[in-house]
């Protein structure tokens, strides 16, 4: 069966500080990779999408970057975190061959506090 | 205009009653699906249900079920003999066949089981 991982589950950043959060899916291959932020009370912001190694698509322009380094692992990155950036982060697959059903299977989420 | 509304920010329901959860979608697509998922206190997403638009029947999965009325674009979720585990936020979302690997997410509907 297919299971998604994210770490770290909660991090407490400085302003001005970087980020790396990690995404890693298992037991499925090619898969779309999405990431989406939350803030709190509120519904899902799409960042990122993946199709494929290396292919990006970033949704809203923002200081995030995303990277696909390898099929199953999908990486979300700042240089220099804003106070905006605090949220909960919500990684996400669904598998190329499921067309316009395209459900979408979220990992378990990593709380970013910046402060 | 909002792609997906949901119109009730809380809802509270009796244990072992029915509860139903409202979610009204604007597109233009005859190609789209319609989803939604659940979010407990400790912030992962868990699919539900799926509901394509070419579908007659109303999709089931178990105690849940959506009341998908086209015409009326509305894909309420149903859920009977709630439990107090049912207490959750609750997400509709709307895949379009236009929008890529695009989801969208209503801002979502807080459920509260009472004993």
């Known amino acids: 069966s297919q299971t998604i991982h994210q770490w770290p589950a909660t991090l407490v950043q400085p302003v001005g500080s970087p980020l790396s959060l990690e995404c890693t899916v298992e037991?499925?291959?090619?898969?779309?990779l999405y990431w989406y932020r939350q803030a709190a009370g509120r519904g899902l912001q799409l960042l990122f999408y993946s199709v494929g190694i290396g292919q990006i698509s970033s949704e809203v322009p923002q200081n995030l970057s995303a990277s696909r380094p390898q099929d199953r692992q999908f990486i979300l990155s700042s240089k220099k975190l804003l106070l905006s950036d605090s949220g909960f982060y919500l990684c996400?697959?669904?598998?190329?061959?499921?067309?316009?059903?395209?459900?979408?299977?979220f990992g378990p989420g990593t709380r970013l506090t910046v402060l | 205009a909002q792609k997906i509304t949901q119109t009730q920010p809380g809802m509270f329901v009796q244990e072992k009653e029915a509860v139903t959860l409202d979610c009204t979608y604007d597109?233009?697509?005859?190609?789209?699906?319609l989803f939604w998922y659940k979010q407990p206190s400790s912030g992962e997403m868990i699919f539900l249900i799926y509901q394509g638009s070419y579908d007659e029947q109303n999709a089931t999965e178990g105690r849940y079920s959506l009341n998908f009325q086209k015409a009326r674009k509305s894909a309420n979720l149903v859920i009977s003999a709630s439990q107090l585990g049912d207490s959750a936020m609750y997400f509709c979302a709307m895949r379009e066949s236009t929008g890529g690997f695009k989801t969208i997410f209503g801002a979502g509907t807080r459920l509260f089981v009472k004993a």
């Open positions: 597109t233009s697509d005859q190609s789209y699906g």
């Open positions: 037991g499925t291959s090619n898969p779309n």
């Open positions: 996400a697959w669904s598998s190329q061959a499921s067309g316009n059903t395209d459900t979408q299977y």
